[in-house]
C-alpha cells in the first residue's frame, strides 16, 4: 500500500502534466463553441487533506484554466471577431448524497468577469440552509444574491494579466473555506466556450448594449444618457455625435430596427442654404436639416444618418456605414464650421494630439 507521501507525489506529478496538457493545448478561436473538461483533484475519501495540499495541487493547472476563459487578448481586430463569444469555467464536487456545490467564472470579451458559488440538487429546507450558512462569508467576501435561488454572484473588474493567479486563489479559498472541500470527493473542472454570434452572423435589429458593445471593439467609447434613452453619446476626432436607436420591435421592445447618428453644427447663418445644398444634393451616407440651435451671427446644422436593420446586416456591414457617415461629417465640419457642444480644456487638449 502506497505512503500519503507517495500519494501526494504522484499528485503533483499528475497536476504537472495536466498544467502542461492545459498550456500546449490549442487556443479557443472565435466563434467557437469547444472546451474541455477533466479531474482537478483526485478524490480520496478516507482521507482529509488541508488546504495548503490542494492548494499545491491545483493553484498551477487552474491558473491556466482561468487564463483561458479570462484573458481575450488586447488586439482590436481580434477582439472585434470575438463579441459574443462567452467562456464559463466550473469547478464542482459532489457529496455522497449527490448534492453537487460548485465554483464558476464566466466571462465575456466586453463584460466584467463573474464569479459565482451555487449548489444544486437540494431544495426546501436544505437549499435554505444552504443559503443561510453561506451567505454571511459570501456576502464578506463582495457577493450578492444570484438571477437564481441558491447561488450567489461577484463582479470582477476588466481581466488584467495577473488576474488568473488571485482568482485561482479565490476559487480554491471558496471551495475549501465556504463550501466546505476537503479533498474527499473529484474536484472536476469543465471549461466551455460558446457563441451568440454565428461566423457570417446577421442582424435584423440591435439591443443598446450589444450596439454599445460594437461601438467599444470599433474604438469608439460611448455613454449612457442619464434618462437612460435608448441613445449613446460618442466622440471622435474631437466631433460629439449621438447614436440613437428607433422604432422598437414589437415582440421584443429592446430590440429596435433602426440606428440613426447625428451631430450638430454651428455655422455662418448666411452659409447655412449653401451647405444643405450641398450635403442633401449628393446620394451619400449624410442629410442636412437646420436646426433650432442658434448663437448670434450663427445657425444650428443637423449632419445624420439613419441605417434599417430590418432586411438584415452584418456587424460588419453596420460599421462601415457608420464610419463612412463619421467620415464624411469630419471632412464637413473641416470645411464648414464647428461642433455646437463647448468641449472643455481637456477634451481640447486630446483633440490637438490626435491627426
Not at 471577431?81 to 457529496?95: W, Y
Not at 442636412?288 to 456587424?315: D, H, I, M, Q, R
Request: with cysteine; charged share 25%; net charge negative.
Amino acid at each position: 500500500m502506497l505512503s500519503n507521501d507517495v500519494v501526494e507525489v504522484d499528485e503533483s506529478t499528475a497536476a504537472t502534466e495536466l498544467t502542461r496538457e492545459i498550456v500546449t493545448g490549442q487556443p479557443f478561436s472565435p466563434r467557437e463553441e469547444t472546451g474541455c473538461e477533466g479531474v482537478l483533484i483526485v478524490g480520496q475519501p478516507s482521507k482529509h487533506r488541508p488546504e495548503a495540499t490542494l492548494r499545491a495541487i491545483a493553484l498551477d493547472p487552474l491558473t491556466e484554466l482561468v487564463r483561458q476563459c479570462t484573458q481575450w487578448g488586447e488586439d482590436r481586430l481580434d477582439l472585434e471577431a470575438r463579441v459574443g463569444d462567452c467562456r464559463s469555467l466550473i469547478l464542482d464536487f459532489r457529496l455522497d448524497d449527490g448534492v453537487r456545490f460548485y465554483v464558476q467564472v464566466w466571462s465575456t470579451p466586453l463584460a466584467e468577469t463573474q464569479v459565482i458559488v451555487g449548489t444544486d440538487g437540494v431544495s426546501g429546507e436544505s437549499r435554505k440552509a444552504f443559503i443561510e450558512s453561506a451567505g454571511e462569508p459570501l456576502r464578506s467576501r463582495g457577493f450578492d444574491d444570484g438571477r437564481t435561488d441558491g447561488c450567489f454572484r461577484k463582479l470582477l473588474p476588466f481581466a488584467k494579466p495577473e488576474d488568473p493567479v488571485r482568482i485561482a486563489r479565490e476559487m480554491l479559498g471558496l471551495l475549501t473555506d465556504v463550501l466546505g472541500y476537503d479533498g474527499n470527493a473529484p474536484l472536476v473542472y469543465r471549461l466551455r466556450q460558446a457563441t451568440a454570434l454565428g461566423a457570417a452572423h446577421v442582424m435584423y435589429g440591435i439591443t443598446r448594449p450589444a450596439l454599445q458593445n460594437f461601438l467599444r471593439v470599433w474604438g469608439l467609447e460611448t455613454t449612457v444618457r442619464s434618462d437612460d434613452a435608448p441613445v449613446l453619446l460618442a466622440r471622435s476626432h474631437g466631433i460629439n455625435f449621438s447614436v440613437e436607436l428607433l422604432v422598437p420591435q414589437e415582440s421584443a421592445p429592446d430590440v429596435y430596427w433602426e440606428v440613426h447618428c447625428r451631430a450638430e453644427f454651428a455655422i455662418p447663418r448666411e452659409r447655412v442654404a449653401d451647405l444643405l445644398a450641398e450635403v442633401n444634393g449628393k446620394a451619400w451616407l449624410v442629410k442636412a436639416s437646420e436646426s433650432p440651435v442658434f448663437e448670434k451671427g450663427t445657425a444650428g446644422v443637423w449632419l445624420c444618418y439613419g441605417f434599417n436593420l430590418a432586411g438584415g446586416v452584418t456587424p460588419n456591414h453596420l460599421k462601415c456605414q457608420i464610419f463612412e457617415w463619421l467620415e464624411n461629417v469630419r471632412r464637413l465640419w473641416t470645411g464648414w464650421g464647428r461642433p455646437v457642444v463647448t468641449r472643455t480644456e481637456t477634451e481640447d487638449r486630446a483633440a490637438e494630439t490626435v491627426h
